[in-house]
């Protein structure tokens, strides 16, 4: 699963292919359409998709003369399962410190005296 991920990942880590698979959770399109607000060129295209192809993300289909570009959806779900299990932790965490805090101010508090009733006491006293 860790090696999935990483070819994922790193797949991800371009910016032309995350638009590519932006533009693809919209609908399936061909090297030529996915290629069009790029300036690169159709080649360059191929070999972003093919690294998106290796990581599992699209997969393409022959449809007559056209080879449709399709986003492979279960990949996202892998990555989600990854991605939330260190969401989870990181709020438990978060969870324990807001908990520490708390206690942290509440604490103290309660068991200091206050300043204003030690010097009323005291000069009640002192009268």
Known sequence: MADE???VFAALADPTRRDMVARLAVSDATVSQLAEPYDVSIQAVSKHLKVL???GLVSRTREAQTRPVHLEAEV??????WIERYRQRAEERYQRLDALLAEMNDGPEAERPRVENDNTTRRGKAS
């Open 5 to 7: 991920l990483s070819k």
């Open 53 to 55: 192809e290796d990581a």
């Open 76 to 81: 996202f779900d892998l990555m989600t399962k």
